[in-house]
T-cell receptor, first 114, second 112 residues
Framework: GAGVSQSPSNKVTEKGKDVELRCDPI?????LYWYRQSLGQGLEFLIY????????KSGLPSDRFSAERTGGSVSTLTIQRTQQEDSAVYLC????????????FGPGTRLTVT | DQQVKQNSPSLSVQEGRISILNCDYT??????FLWYKKYPAEGPTFLIS?????DKNEDGRFTVFLNKSAKHLSLHIVPSQPGDSAVYFC???????????FGKGTRLHILP
């Protein structure tokens, strides 16, 4: 596709359930980022994948959060035992390694935990 | 610890006038700075960037200024147009490792 895609676009889940959010980056982009934006807040960095390097997980808020990137392409963000404070828009971005031009973002997944 | 700070949560500017959005950063290792624009229900879109070897970068109505000694950058939009109403995020990274850190954003309202 032409841009970064994310699925689902919206997800409503009950507290305590696990959720998986998917990101399809732009083909050829070696860097992939996950961010989240809670209501009234800025973009909070979660995790960063760059090629075959170990991911930078420094932004994950708790051990209930994990992410994988398979084959250097598609990424899945998993939240276990969801809590209401996990409700946010989860944004994925990808970029080329050169470090210029910034990341291109997907439309996001709006997660609501009831 | 906020490494990138946008201290104005919102800004209102008359159409046709100049909009100035400010951003401060604390990490002196940052060497690349970006501005993103975000409309509701959409992901942020890249607007303009500047590397630390420059102090100004211009693209049409958008100009970004960097003051490294003050660890401050600003985005100027002139003339402001109704379609500029959005949330603007300042971001910074080290080119070496690519991780982009965002500020909390400034909501810009362009008034008719």
């Amino acid at each position: 596709g032409a841009g970064v895609s994310q699925s689902p676009s919206n997800k409503v889940t009950e507290k305590g359930k696990d959720v998986e959010l998917r990101c399809d980056p732009i083909s050829g982009h070696t860097a992939l980022y996950w961010y989240r934006q809670s209501l009234g807040q800025g973009l909070e960095f979660l995790i960063y994948f760059q090629g075959n390097s170990a991911p930078d997980k420094s932004g994950l808020p708790s051990d209930r959060f994990s992410a994988e990137r398979t084959g250097g392409s598609v990424s899945t963000l998993t939240i276990q035992r969801t809590q209401q404070e996990d409700s946010a828009v989860y944004l994925c971005a990808s970029s080329k390694k050169e470090g210029t031009g910034g990341g291109l973002f997907g439309p996001g997944t709006r997660l609501t935990v009831t | 610890d906020q490494q990138v700070k946008q201290n104005s949560p919102s800004l209102s500017v008359q159409e046709g006038r100049i909009s100035i959005l400010n951003c401060d950063y604390t990490n002196s290792m940052f060497d690349y700075f970006l501005w993103y624009k975000k409309y509701p229900a959409e992901g942020p879109t890249f607007l303009i960037s500047i590397s630390s070897i420059k102090d100004k970068n211009e693209d049409g109505r958008f100009t970004v200024f960097l003051n490294k000694s003050a660890k401050h950058l600003s985005l100027h939009i002139v003339p402001s147009q109704p379609g500029d109403s959005a949330v603007y995020f300042c971001a910074a990274s080290q080119i070496r490792d690519d991780k982009i850190i965002f500020g909390k954003g400034t909501r810009l309202h362009i008034l008719p």
